[in-house]
């Protein structure tokens, strides 16, 4: 106890103020009272500012995915999020972005977008990795970029304040990424129930045979969104990558009406991805 009002004291010398303790009881409990609640208004205050000072930190890491024809106009077709991983030339994706292939007798390749505004730089992709069950792909790159940190494999507790960056709705806004902060609601099975029958597919069938969890979360994502890191507000660790929106009424009213629930795939998938592909 004597170590935590000592740590209060200084803060409040820090901020101006200054206070003895006093010898009576009833004095004593009252200032530890005064010092736990500016301590609690102090912490409080830091905490606010960490989301801004992570995403000016983790912005240079965000890329978009596109699919690049030299002979179109546009030349390039914004489909999605990414981010950059250690060492530096490995992207992360989902795999349901680079799914369809490129039309090679139109010179269509995917591509990798960097940088912010009106002006991207543009990467070829040397080499791609998939997880097609996790929907997670990686996109190797010549040069090298600044990277993110991934948290550990294991799970992370439910009402976790979380944030993701990307790209929503890219055709729309270009390469000015965006933040949603994001509470982590649960831990739940991939399979999302259907109405009937007839709504199911061959793929969620077989998902319900041996489904796998993923992170249902309160914030709300758009189809641009595909691919985003998900990560935490406290230290910007990445814990997963934003890979679906559960769809209210129908696709075109995803952006009109969005639900505000999302998902992400945990990044316990992509570290296995990654150590599949380790030399």
């Not at 000592?6 to 901020?15: C, E, G, P, T, W």
């Not at 990686?138 to 799970?155: F, G, H, M, S, T």
């Not at 099975?189 to 069938?205: E, G, K, N, T, Y």
Request: charged share 15%; glycine share 6%.
């Amino acid at each position: 106890m004597y170590q935590f009002t000592k740590d209060a004291n200084s803060i409040l010398v820090q901020h101006g103020l200054s206070l003895t303790l006093m010898e009576h009881s009833k004095h004593t409990r009252w200032f530890i009272s005064i010092k736990l609640l500016i301590l609690a208004i102090f912490n409080s205050a830091n905490a606010n500012t960490d989301l801004p000072a992570l995403i000016t930190q983790l912005k240079p890491s965000v890329v978009a995915i596109a699919l690049y024809n030299p002979t179109a106009a546009p030349r390039l077709k914004l489909l999605g999020s990414g981010f950059v991983i250690s060492p530096g030339n490995l992207v992360v994706t989902n795999f349901h972005v680079i799914s369809t292939p490129a039309d090679i007798t139109k010179n269509e390749t995917y591509v990798v977008l960097s940088g912010h505004g009106q002006q991207p730089r543009i990467h070829s992709i040397k080499q791609t990795r998939t997880d097609a069950r996790h929907d997670l792909a990686l996109l190797e790159i010549d040069e090298k970029l600044p990277a993110v940190r991934l948290a550990q494999a294991a799970y992370i507790a439910e009402g976790t304040e979380l944030a993701f960056t990307g790209y929503p709705i890219t055709g729309v806004l270009g390469l000015y990424p965006a933040t949603h902060r994001a509470l982590l609601s649960a831990v739940t099975p991939i399979v999302i129930p259907a109405d009937h029958s007839q709504a199911l597919s061959a793929a969620s069938i077989r998902q319900m045979r041996d489904p796998f969890l993923i992170y249902q979360l309160d914030g709300t994502a758009y189809p641009g969104n595909s691919g985003s890191m998900l990560y935490r507000q406290d230290n910007g660790e990445v814990v997963g990558i934003i890979n679906m929106v559960l769809i209210k009424k129908s696709k075109e009213a995803v952006l009109s009406d969005p639900s505000g629930i999302s998902y992400a795939i945990p990044v316990k998938h992509l570290h296995q991805l990654l150590e599949q592909h380790q030399p």
